[in-house]
């Protein structure tokens, strides 16, 4: 769309209320198309059965560039990675699409792209069997 750049953001938990996931699409700054374009999107979360399980639309939004749009509140985290989670995740992979236009009326050639990302969240656990817990000091610091 005359040579501008987009990226998808995906705030796992997100600033505004942490229960939430947040989308956005956002225009990046060193693109070489106009200062001002003006588009629809659609923000979706795609089911393990290809079919959209979530949308968030926006309509006629303008970006300038290195400017953002989207919703810090788009799904909630325990919906998305609890208690639906077999309904969202395939392979253990969360499918989001964005789909976009121009708001004028001129044909567009139809284009799809694909990009993926992972993200990883790193849990730690260990177990350590503490001899003698019981006659330690509360008052006094140990070093394990």
């Not at 939430?20 to 629809?40: N, S, T």
């Not at 044909?107 to 260990?126: H, L, P, R």
Request: aromatic share 10%; hydrophobic share 35%.
């Amino acid at each position: 769309m005359d040579s501008t750049k987009w990226r998808l953001c995906l705030c796992p938990s997100h600033i505004e209320n942490e229960k939430y996931i947040g989308f956005f699409l956002h225009r990046v700054e060193d693109d070489k198309g106009p200062e001002k374009i003006e588009i629809d999107f659609i923000l979706e979360i795609v089911g393990s059965d290809g079919c959209v399980t979530k949308e968030r639309c926006y309509i006629k939004q303008e970006f300038v560039k290195e400017s953002s749009c989207g919703c810090g509140t788009f799904a909630l985290s325990t919906t998305v990675l609890q208690l639906e989670k077999d309904g969202f995740f395939s392979q253990n992979t969360l499918t989001v699409r964005c789909r976009m236009r121009r708001c004028e009326n001129r044909s567009q050639e139809c284009v799809q792209m694909c990009a993926k990302t992972v993200i990883n969240v790193e849990n730690m656990s260990f177990i350590w069997a503490i001899e003698k817990f019981s006659s330690l000091k509360l008052t006094k610091t140990y070093l394990l």
